[in-house]
């Protein structure tokens, strides 16, 4: 797998733009960028994936670089139920092992009232 | 996208003693996982739980320590055997469906277990 990085932590203001970086200089070209999250307590929940477009669905968007090197996961209006570890992950989709991810620490977003 | 209901939801265990924690589907899945989240840590693959077979364990799990069941498509249990403290972490079930080209992963809410 493609390793990730991500900032420790963030933090946004409510009802402003949360926009999350991840790195992943080492992606290979069948590999796609998911982002998941997981607020305190409960299970990690799907957000969103891409490949090389950018993406948008009813949780957020997501910009992936020309070059793929890089993406930014973007909450277009922050609320305090968005505050949550955030992780970026690379993975292939097809192989032995696709179905399964690999996290790593993500980013930790506070959105402050 | 499915739901899935893990039960326990939290549990306090002794020393030596096993527990078992049910993942249920509500609907067919292929493919199911069990992960488990150490405190303050991320998740960790610990095996994939296959249908009509043996599970598909993770370097550093075994499945004496970790019996893993796949009795039918929406159901699946987890055996944590013989605590130790260093068992007490949360314990996911999730599911793979696909989606947009990819597969994404669904997860329960978790089992969390201490261990004292």
């Known amino acids: 797998d493609a390793k990730t990085t991500q900032p420790t932590s963030m933090d946004c203001a409510e009802g402003r733009a949360a926009n999350l970086p991840c790195n992943h200089s080492?992606?290979?070209?069948?590999?796609?960028v998911y982002w998941y999250r997981q607020i305190h307590s409960q299970g990690p929940q799907y957000i969103i994936h891409?490949?090389?477009n950018n993406e948008t669905n009813e949780m957020a968007s997501l910009i992936i670089t020309e070059d793929r090197k890089s993406s930014t996961l973007i909450l277009p209006h922050a609320t305090l139920r968005d505050t949550a570890v955030y992780y970026c992950?690379?993975?292939?989709?097809?192989?032995?092992?696709?179905?399964?991810?690999?996290f790593g620490k993500g980013t930790k977003l506070s959105v402050i009232p | 996208s499915a739901v899935i209901s893990q039960k326990p939801s939290r549990d306090i265990c002794q020393r030596g003693t096993s527990l078992t924690i049910q993942c249920q589907v509500d609907?067919?899945?292929?493919?199911m996982f069990w992960y488990r989240q150490q405190p303050g840590q991320s998740l960790t693959l610990i095996a994939t739980?296959?249908?009509?077979?043996?599970?598909?364990?993770e370097s550093g799990f075994v499945i004496d320590k970790f019996p893993i069941s796949r009795p039918n498509l929406t159901f699946s249990t987890l055996t944590v055997s013989n605590m130790s403290p260093e068992d007490s972490s949360i314990y996911l079930c999730?599911?793979?469906?696909?989606?947009?080209?990819?597969?994404?992963?669904?997860f329960g809410a978790g089992s969390r277990l201490t261990v004292l």
């Open positions: 992950i690379v993975r292939g989709i097809s192989g032995a092992g696709s179905y399964q991810l690999t």
């Open positions: 891409g490949l090389k």
């Open positions: 080492t992606i290979s070209g069948n590999e796609y």
């Open positions: 609907s067919q899945v292929t493919m």
């Open positions: 999730s599911v793979s469906r696909y989606l947009s080209g990819a597969n994404v992963l669904t």
């Open positions: 739980a296959n249908q009509g077979s043996e599970a598909t364990y």
